[in-house]
């Protein structure tokens, strides 16, 4: 069973950084792709990144590229979003998730939700 807790969210000023942080209590982390969504008030839940089990695959939405950077470390069964160069838009709850298909992209393809976490840029 997968269990994800996300941690790391907060408040940061328009440039700054952050790091997000989502362990699986589970004993089957390595086996998942695991991804990274974010919801603004009002909008729809939108892919931000993705790593494969192994790590050697990772998408990043084009919203983050060159900002935001997915990894993970399956001994810790744990999964970060390393934010950096932050905006205003960048403002919204932050869900780790986990999937069984290898280049997982799409919100239908995630089996398993953490809660969230808040993340709010101010400019």
């Known amino acids: 069973q997968v269990q994800l807790v996300e941690s790391g969210g907060g408040w940061v000023q328009a440039g700054g950084s952050l790091r997000l942080s989502c362990a699986d209590s589970?004993?089957?982390?390595?086996?998942?792709?695991m991804g990274w969504f974010r919801q603004a008030p009002g909008k729809e839940r939108e892919f931000v990144a993705a790593?494969?089990?192994?790590?050697?695959?990772?998408h990043h939405a084009d919203s983050v590229k060159g900002r935001f950077t997915i990894s993970r470390d399956n001994a810790k069964n744990t999964v970060y979003l390393q934010m950096t160069n932050l905006k205003p838009e960048d403002t919204a709850v932050y869900y780790c998730?986990?999937?069984?298909?290898?280049?997982?992209?799409?919100?239908?393809?995630?089996?398993?939700w953490g809660q969230g976490t808040q993340v709010t840029v101010s400019s």
């Open positions: 589970g004993r089957t982390f390595s086996r998942y792709t």
């Open positions: 998730a986990a999937a069984s298909r290898t280049a997982a992209m799409t919100r239908s393809e995630y089996g398993y």
């Open positions: 790593i494969s089990w192994s790590g050697g695959i990772r």
